[in-house]
Structures are given as structure tokens and as C-alpha cells.
């Protein structure tokens, strides 16, 4: 009871005090939470934001760096911000500043700060006035005014003295002169663009309306051969001038003055083919085209060869000299058997129906065994057979050329490259007019004197014509052929080693062996160049090759001994057919050759055989003795 009572009591008492307060003045707090200033300082300079609409927005220079910047910040009384006031922040993107006012509320703020456009570009540029073709803009590197130098490449037809412009640049830039300006372009315009921070930038555009380069890509060397004239010949280009007038086709030598203005007959532009006829009448050569389309603009071809049209004989190309190994000029031609090349510009497709000759005296001779060589426009010959009746030597021969129904289509003077004329030597018999020695010692040597002894030439083209002159040495019915040395037309030597003693018959038979030998009734005395001894051949035998014991060998016996000599020299010959013994075997009384080979032994076994051996004694003097070979039985 008492404590319900207590307790009814003190909530009396809390009761009247909460009456009490309620009776008592309250303070009203500030609910401001503006923003009033926004400001951001920059290299010393301060820049004050706008704060509208809960944004704040300022454009600072262009070359802040937004991401450390720390704006100073003012606002209501007793309110508070977030972020504070000098705190740095990255404005690269929008930060949000929160107000918050004495009574709690709150407002928020979006802080946009961006930097002034430096951008001053050109990006676009075109020409809305050009005629119809290509067009192209480059931008080159800087030009020695240090501007940016724009090139605009536009049709050949364009009237670049008034060209329109169209050009787009940076945003919030502006140009100068203007787009859409129509200007004279024949010079270079300088154009200004200034962008939104006053930055300026300068730059050059160029226009060319020339044509390109013009250049050929089908004409090739052998591309036209058999062209004949006026045939019409189609160029493939990569450009032609849309003024059907200036292009201009020219036909020349590659190697010469004469030139040729070629005829268009048709120009295709979709496909920059240029069509022209050939002259009416050209000369088989090789020539170039050139192709003009403007000033300053042409092509010349490759050299090409056009052999349709009249054949040229040209010259006698140059010859191998053996001695030097250079090209010289040649000067002469040996009849019959020389192969020479003469450069001649003719109809590859019709080779095989022409014919070639010589001509003197209105007398043609063929020439042999023609060969073109198509890389080099030769054609290889050999110098026609000795006619009969015969002809002279001489410097006035022509090259005449015949087609199959023997026309005469071409020809010229026998000429070298230096257009001087070619002497041609028609070969003759040796004549042969004395000797250096009409009586010598064995192994002497001799020269014969006398005319067409030799034949100088190149290159031996058949077998008419052979390598060297020979001297033809008879003895009792015995011929001995020796190659003639030191040769010259005139003049010619040999040895006589080996040589039989005896008077010799001398016939000479020169490089053309089909002329025969001399007919001049000369001899020649050989005598022996040994000292006679009392050592004699007793006996010479050859055994045949059945022989049990000496198959195939010579055998040589004398009538004393040879123990006090020795043998230099020990040799068999039969007509033409020589052994020199050098692996011989001897004894007290003789020496015998080993086996003989085959071909040896036929000959010296079934025709008359002879031979000798030399001594030579102790004072070294040589002594030689001689022996007919007869068959052993």
C-alpha cells in the first residue's frame, strides 16, 4: 500500500516538471547550405567558378592539370563541406561537394571543371567544285617554311584558279580563309586555324593537277615481232591525258637519230590502252617508243625489235681473237671453210625460207650452214666452197639475202663494224720457191719459202679448212708428212730429226688440203750427222705374235759388242707410223723393243719397216746406225 502510493507521487513530480519545460524559448538553427564561392588558382592566376543549379563550373587554361587541383570553397554561415575547402582533387571527373547547414539539411554539388580546346586541326579537306576523276589529299612532312603541308591531288581538267573548299577542323576552332571560300590554287594558300585557347597553327595546301607518271607495262623485246607496216600496235599505260591531242607516240632506233611520229588511232581511257599504226615503210632494227602526255611527262620503252618490215644487214659482227681474247674488229675472211657472224635484223618466223650468198661480179656463191642466234639477231655462216671457175680475192664482195622464190630481199657491202669493207681471201695452192738449206744435217731445221704456204684464221667453220700445213718429204718411195711450224702466208719451218741421210722430194700441202700439194720441183739433201765405227747392225727382225719367246718385238743384233756405248736414241718408223723406244732391252750384242702394241705391230709387221739406233762412245760423239726390219723365221 505504501509503495503504491510512493510511486503515484513521483510521477506527479515528473509530470508538473515536463510542463514546466515545454513553457520555455527555443533557438531556431540556420538550415542555409549554400555554396557561394568556387575558386581555383591556377600558375598564380585565380579562376572563379559559376555555381548554378547545384553545378559548379569553371574552363581553366589548357594546360592545367586537372587531377591535382585544390579549389578554395565559401559558404553559408555555421554550414559545413565536404570535401573541404583546399582538400586537392582529380577533376577529370565531376566531384560532388556536399553542404550541410546548422539544422542538418543538406545540399549537394556537382563540380564539372574542364580545360579550353588547344585542338586546331585540320581534319577534313575537299574541293566541292572538281570535275569528274580521282582525287586524293596527303599530308606531307613539315616543308622548310615549317608548316604542315597538305597535297591535293585533283583531275587534269580541274580549274584549280577557282576551286571551292570544303574543310572541317577542331572543335570550337576557326579557319582562315574560310570554308566554302573559292580561291586561287595555281600557288600554295596558306591557311590559319586558331583554336578555342587562341593557339594558332599554320599549314600549306598544294594542289597538282598534273597527270602521274605515265609509264608502259606491256612492251617487251620480242612483243612485236613480225609487225608489219602501217599494223596497228596496242600500249598498255597506267595513265593517258583525258586531251586526246597530247598524247604524242614517238617510234626511234634505240641506237641512232631517226625518229618516226606514230599515228593514234584509238585511245581507251577505261583501260588506258593507246592504239597506233606503224610507219608505212621502217627498216628491221631495234627501236624504242617514247609517249608524251604533257610537259614534263613521258616514257620511254625498253628496246624491242620490230623485224617485219625491210631486212638490214648490218656488218660482220666482231671476232674472237685467239691470241688476246678481246672482240676485234674483223678485217678479213678466208674462202672456203671460216665461220664468221654477221648481224642482221630479219623476220625470225621466215629463216628457214631465205638463202644468203656472196656476190662478186654478178656472181652470187652460197654461203653454208646458216644459224640464227635469235638473242643477238646474228646469223652464224661459213664461208662458201672454192667455186669453180674461180674468183679473185678482194675487197668489193656484197652480202645478198634471198627469200624462197629467189627475190632478192636484202643485202649489202661486206662490212665490218667500222663500215670499212671486208677483204676476202679466196685460198690457192701452195707454191713453193726455195729453202733456207738445200743440203743440212739430221735434225737441222729449215724453212720453205714461198706463197700460200698458210692460211690465217678465226674460227674453223668445216672441215675444208684444218689447223695447220704440212711438208711431205719422199724418200726411195718412203713419205715422211711433217707439220709445218712458225707458219705465215709465205714462210714455213721443220726439222729434219730423225731423218734418213738421202735427197728428199719437198711438196707442201697448206691449211686446205682439198688445194693439194705444191707442184714445184725442190729437194732437199739430208746427210748423217754421226761418225762412222766399226760397229755394224748385223740384223733387224721382227717376230710375229706367235713367236714363243719374242711375240711382237724387234729384235737388233750387231757384229760386236756395244758394252762401251750407250744408246740415245733407239726408233722405228713406217711410213707415217713412228715408235721411239724408250723401256728398249739390251744385251752384249743388241737391244730389242718390248712387246709392241697392237696397232704398232700390224703396221711394222706387214709393211716395210726401218729404223736406227744411236750410239754414243765414251768422247760423247754420237754415231747412228740404220737397219731395214725384216720378219724373223
Known amino acids: 500500500m505504501k509503495k503504491g502510493l510512493l510511486l503515484l507521487l513521483m510521477t506527479m513530480a515528473i509530470w508538473s516538471c515536463s510542463k514546466d519545460s515545454d513553457d520555455t524559448p527555443q533557438v531556431k538553427l540556420s538550415n542555409l547550405k549554400e555554396m557561394t564561392s568556387f575558386k581555383i588558382t591556377v600558375e598564380g592566376k585565380s579562376y572563379e567558378a559559376e555555381i548554378k543549379d547545384n553545378f559548379i563550373q569553371a574552363v581553366l587554361p589548357s594546360s592545367t592539370d586537372l587531377t591535382k587541383l585544390s579549389p578554395e570553397i565559401k559558404i553559408s554561415e555555421k554550414a559545413k563541406v565536404t570535401p573541404n575547402s583546399g582538400v586537392v582533387q582529380d577533376f577529370t571527373k565531376t566531384v560532388e561537394y556536399t553542404v550541410m547547414a546548422e539544422d542538418k539539411s543538406t545540399k549537394v554539388y556537382k563540380a564539372v571543371i574542364t580545360k579550353t580546346n588547344s ?17 586524293s589529299y596527303v599530308w606531307k612532312n613539315k616543308n622548310p617554311l615549317d608548316m604542315d603541308t597538305l597535297v591535293c591531288k585533283v583531275p587534269y581538267l580541274s580549274n584549280i584558279k577557282a576551286l571551292t573548299s570544303k574543310i572541317t577542323v577542331s572543335s570550337k576552332a576557326t579557319i582562315d580563309p574560310a570554308s566554302g571560300t573559292t580561291l586561287d590554287y595555281s600557288k600554295p594558300v596558306k591557311y590559319t586555324v586558331k583554336a578555342e585557347d587562341g593557339s594558332k597553327a599554320e599549314y600549306l595546301v598544294i594542289v597538282d593537277n598534273s597527270i602521274e607518271q605515265v609509264k608502259f607495262s606491256n612492251i617487251t623485246r620480242d612483243g612485236f615481232r613480225s609487225k608489219k607496216p602501217n599494223d596497228v600496235i596496242v600500249l598498255q599505260t597506267n595513265t593517258l591525258s583525258p586531251v586526246k591531242e597530247n598524247n604524242k607516240v614517238k617510234l626511234r632506233f634505240s641506237k641512232g637519230t631517226t625518229v618516226f611520229d606514230l599515228k593514234v588511232t584509238s585511245i581507251d581511257y577505261k583501260t588506258n590502252q593507246i592504239s597506233v599504226a606503224l610507219p608505212a ?42 691470241y688476246t681474247g678481246n672482240y676485234v674488229v674483223c678485217n678479213r675472211l678466208l674462202m672456203p671453210g671460216e665461220r664468221f657472224r654477221a648481224n642482221i635484223y630479219l623476220e625470225h618466223a621466215k629463216f628457214s625460207t631465205y638463202k644468203f650468198f656472196l656476190r662478186k661480179d654478178g656472181r652470187d656463191f652460197a654461203l653454208l650452214n646458216s644459224k640464227l ?5 646474228q646469223v652464224e655462216f661459213v664461208m662458201p666452197n672454192l667455186p669453180n671457175p674461180a674468183v679473185k680475192s678482194g675487197s668489193d664482195f656484197e652480202l645478198v639475202i634471198k627469200d624462197a622464190n629467189n627475190k632478192e630481199v636484202g643485202g649489202n657491202r661486206l662490212v665490218n663494224t667500222k663500215k670499212s669493207n671486208i677483204s676476202v681471201i679466196v685460198a690457192e695452192a701452195p707454191i713453193v720457191k726455195s729453202l733456207s738449206k738445200t743440203k743440212v744435217k739430221e735434225g ?26 704440212t711438208v711431205r718429204l719422199t724418200l726411195n718411195g718412203n713419205m715422211r708428212n711433217i707439220e709445218l711450224t712458225g707458219v705465215s702466208s709465205n714462210a714455213g719451218s721443220f726439222t729434219t730429226k730423225g731423218m734418213d741421210p738421202g735427197t728428199y722430194k719437198v711438196e707442201v700441202t697448206n691449211n686446205i688440203p682439198s688445194l693439194g700439194a705444191s707442184k714445184q720441183e725442190i729437194t732437199l739433201i739430208v746427210e748423217s750427222s754421226t761418225t762412222p765405227i766399226s760397229v755394224k747392225v748385223d740384223s733387224a727382225e721382227i717376230h710375229s705374235d706367235k713367236d714363243p719367246y719374242f711375240a711382237q718385238q724387234i729384235l737388233v743384233s750387231f757384229n760386236e759388242s756395244i758394252e762401251a756405248y750407250d744408246i740415245k736414241e733407239f726408233r722405228i718408223s713406217s711410213n707415217s707410223t713412228f715408235y721411239e723406244v724408250d723401256n728398249y732391252i739390251r744385251n752384249k750384242y743388241g737391244v730389242s723393243t718390248p712387246k709392241l702394241p697392237n696397232d704398232k705391230y700390224n703396221v711394222f709387221y706387214n709393211n716395210p719397216t726401218t729404223g736406227y739406233v744411236i750410239l754414243v762412245d765414251k768422247n760423247n760423239k754420237e754415231h747412228k746406225l740404220t737397219f731395214t726390219v725384216s720378219k724373223a723365221k
Do not use: C, M, R
Open 444 to 469: 737441222d731445221q729449215v724453212i720453205i719459202f714461198g706463197e700460200n704456204i698458210f692460211y690465217n684464221y678465226v674460227e674453223i667453220g668445216s672441215g675444208v679448212l684444218t689447223k695447220s700445213s
Open 373 to 377: 642466234n635469235s638473242t643477238l639477231e
Open 281 to 322: 615503210g621502217f627498216e628491221n632494227n631495234e627501236y624504242v617508243l617514247s609517249l608524251e602526255i604533257e610537259k614534263n611527262n613521258s616514257v620511254t620503252s625498253i628496246p624491242f625489235v620490230l623485224d617485219g618490215g625491210s631486212i638490214n644487214f648490218q656488218n660482220v659482227a666482231d671476232v674472237l681473237d685467239p
Open 119 to 135: 585542338q586546331k586541326a585540320i581534319e577534313s579537306f575537299a574541293f566541292v567544285n572538281l570535275p569528274e576523276g580521282a582525287s
